[in-house]
């Protein structure tokens, strides 16, 4: 190091370039709670520019120095303005074909002028930045964030100025200890792909909060607690008219925790109502929509308020064929709409946290929701700093999205083989899921054990609900073992078939053995909602998948890059026959 210091050109030498940037880290201990609240935002038209070779990172382009010491100009090989502009949020690669395959860092980078109206904090959230962000503003490094799909939050108030420039460097790169890690069955958009706001907030205010219902209160107490950003004795107000509370809540070094005694209408998939709830603290005030509702499991049946229920569900990727995973909000309830509509109940949100704003307009809606982290097949178990990304992306789920009502289900994965070091791994989130949250249910989509065919998954003992994935009659065209597997399964929760189905190509007919036909797939969701129904211990399902979705590892004439699973065609305009099996399914549940 010492030596490439004294070398004419360090950053070309130097490959621990990223260290000194990584070290900004940012978690979920930087949240602060930002639904309800004003923001600004700063989407739009930012300069953009695909950084292959991280030269950004390396020669410190962030400094924007263009004279030596003796005031002399040098060559820059960057030119932030003149770069051409894409829109954010969005993913690169939808935004042009040349960027359709890209994986690498890109950099974003926009100006805004902020001038200060009497608030003592400024905040800078960045929705989601898929897989790192490199966060600087005016030419400094103000936090490097990991993970895909979960939000970042920066204090900017010592930094921000009049006029401001923001730059976030993407690195989308799939690694062995990522989570996810190098190989998933979706696509690896890239990109700047959620909000990107500013907060201002006063001296002391309200980092997090959580309000819902004490389990097993009979639907009679509801708890509330208050973090502040300072560890101070004050005062908070809790306001929710039309319950008649106003109740104040004493804060004892930055926390406060009441038990408040009231009867709300209960939140549900039939009924969503959702109350206004302000709560304030000295000059802060958050108010937003919150529902109540109490999810339990019970022997192998899960009950949502005290009545059985069975989850009506579909999986759903977020993504659309013209944005990617930026979706837009009316894609969004486009999609809960076409839920509705085939009269679920439920929805798994796979495989990792959608934007926040699918849960807000699922309690809005009716809608059940199971959110999962990317803890998706071959993950390295063995690695620590993988477990602690693992964590921090489902606290920092946990965190967002903890007063949505609908949100029932936290997973912490998806089709991990059952080793040990998977066990403990995933013992470990599951575990922490429960520590932050003990109001939900904690669940993880698992395998069958396919030696013994049955249902053998040693994580089930952390799990409040068994998740199983199974795809008999497609990729084991022996349908037979699944009833098989069934009988041969000891059971003492509930199950939810977290996956089940089989590729059809819209349109595509003949019988009921030819292969990506509508008809087969419609054939063999016939034989597994049968199967399904007999089954005892099978509280919910969330068959593979709302509508077909890219994928770069299919690639037969018909499949061509996207997976076929959906019971909607790509573009959602063509509903296959099998929508219409499990439309009447859950009509007659
Ligand atoms: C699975 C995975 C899902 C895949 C699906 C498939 O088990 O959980 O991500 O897309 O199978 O189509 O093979």
Not at 277 to 303: A, L, P
Not at 410 to 416: I, K, L, R
Not at 469 to 487: A, H, Q, R, T, V
Request: charged share 30%.
């Amino acid at each position: 190091m010492e030596d490439q210091k004294s070398n004419y050109q360090e950053n070309i030498h130097n490959e621990e370039f990223k260290l000194k940037y990584t070290k900004a880290n940012i978690t979920y201990e930087d949240m602060i709670y930002d639904s309800g609240r004003e923001k600004e935002s700063l989407n739009g038209y930012w300069n953009f520019c695909i950084d292959q070779y991280d030269t950004f990172l390396r020669a410190e382009w962030y400094k924007e120095e263009s004279r030596d010491d003796k005031g002399r100009d040098f060559p820059l090989d960057y030119d932030f303005e003149d770069w051409e502009k894409v829109f954010v949020p969005s993913c690169w690669n939808t935004e042009k074909p040349e960027y359709f395959y890209y994986e690498g860092s890109a950099i974003y980078t926009r100006t805004f002028k902020y001038i200060n109206r009497g608030e003592k904090k400024v905040f800078l959230k960045c929705g989601a930045a898929n897989y790192e962000a490199y966060i600087f503003l005016n030419k400094e490094i103000i936090g490097y964030h990991k993970g895909g799909s979960t939000p970042m939050f920066l204090d900017i108030t010592h930094r921000v100025q009049m006029y401001n420039r923001v730059t976030i460097v993407v690195n989308s790169t799939r690694r062995k200890n990522q989570v996810p890690a190098n190989n998933t069955d979706w696509y690896n958009y890239g990109g700047l792909y959620r909000d990107v706001e500013i907060i201002r907030l006063p001296e002391v205010f309200i980092k997090n909060f959580n309000i819902s219902l004490v389990n097993g209160s009979n639907f009679k107490d509801i708890k509330i607690k208050i973090q502040l950003n300072f560890k101070i004795n004050c005062e908070a107000t809790l306001k929710i008219p039309e319950l008649g509370i106003k109740n104040i809540i004493s804060i004892k070094e930055g926390k406060g925790y009441e038990i408040i005694q009231s009867q709300p209408k209960l939140w549900s998939p039939e009924d969503p109502k959702l109350y206004r709830v302000e709560v304030s603290c000295q000059h802060d005030v958050i108010k937003e929509n919150i529902g109540f509702r109490e999810i339990q499991v019970k022997g192998t049946d899960i009950y949502l308020n005290g009545k059985e229920i069975f989850l009506k569900g579909i999986s759903c990727h977020e993504e659309s064929v013209v944005n990617g995973k930026a979706i837009k909000e009316e894609e969004i309830i486009e999609n809960l709409k076409l839920a509705k509509e085939m009269n679920c109940n439920y929805m798994r949100l796979a495989h990792y946290p959608h934007t926040e704003k699918t849960a807000k307009i699922a309690d809005e809606m009716g809608i059940m929701l199971w959110e999962e982290i990317p803890v998706y097949w071959a993950i390295d178990f063995d690695n620590p700093v993988t477990l602690m990304d693992a964590q921090n992306q489902l606290k920092e789920l946990i965190t967002r999205d903890s007063n949505r009502a609908s949100v029932i289900i936290w997973s912490v994965g998806n089709e991990n083989a059952d080793t040990n070091s998977r066990l403990d791994f995933m013992r470990n989130l599951a575990i922490t899921a429960k520590e932050e949250d003990p109001t939900r249910l904690v669940s993880a989509a698992c395998l069958v054990d396919h030696v013994e065919n049955k249902i053998d998954d040693r994580l089930a003992d952390y799990l409040d609900i068994l998740g199983i994935n199974e795809y008999y009659g497609w990729y084991d065209p022996d349908f037979e073992k699944l009833p098989s597997c069934f009988i041969n399964s000891n059971i003492t929760k509930p199950v939810i078939i977290s996956e089940f189905g089989a590729d059809a190509c819209a349109g595509y007919r003949g019988t009921y053995d030819d292969l990506f036909t509508e008809d087969m797939q419609e054939d063999i969701y016939k034989k597994q909602i049968k199967t399904i129904s007999g089954v005892k211990y099978i509280k919910g399902i969330s068959p593979w998948i709302l509508y077909d979705f890219r994928c770069p590892r299919r690639h037969n004439k018909i499949q061509r890059g996207y997976n076929l699973k959906g019971l909607f065609s790509r573009d959602k305009k063509q509903k296959k026959l099998a929508y219409y099996v499990i439309q009447q399914f859950y009509a007659n549940k």
